[in-house]
């Protein structure tokens, strides 16, 4: 059993940076991922990594401004936003599945209640 709980999101400006976190119990070896859901739009793939800290991927809307990581140390996993733009408002979901990130939402086990991210001037 893994919970996870999402931190960090809020209200920015567009082109402002933020940082998600989410915390994860128990053990570490999961793949990770975020996605994010908007009003009346399906839950969507964001950025995802193995448990190891390898092979990193991301949706295409987000590639070159966000950036995944994870210390498993401490049982962190990371979501840098940089250049936020309005289209990136959402509810940001953290979700673990066994060993591998993946882009598919059904391929995962465990998900956190969601952090709101708001972009708008």
């Known amino acids: 059993q893994v919970q996870l709980v999402e931190s960090g999101g809020g209200l920015v400006q567009p082109g402002a940076s933020l940082r998600l976190s989410c915390a994860a119990s128990?053990?570490?070896?999961?793949?990770m991922g975020w996605f994010r859901q908007a009003p009346g739009k399906e839950r969507e793939f964001v950025a995802a990594?193995?448990?190891?800290?390898?092979?990193?991927r991301y949706a295409d809307s987000v590639k070159g401004r966000f950036t995944i990581s994870r210390d498993n140390a401490k049982n962190m996993v990371y979501l840098q936003m940089n250049t936020l733009k309005p289209e990136d408002t959402a509810v940001y979901y953290c979700?673990?599945?066994?060993?591998?990130?993946?882009?598919?939402?059904?391929?995962?086990?465990?998900w956190g209640q969601g952090t709101q991210v708001t972009v708008s001037s």
């Open positions: 979700a673990a599945r066994p060993l591998l990130g993946t882009s598919n939402v059904d391929d995962y086990d465990y």
């Open positions: 990594i193995n448990w190891s800290g390898g092979s990193p």
């Open positions: 128990g053990r570490t070896y999961y793949g």
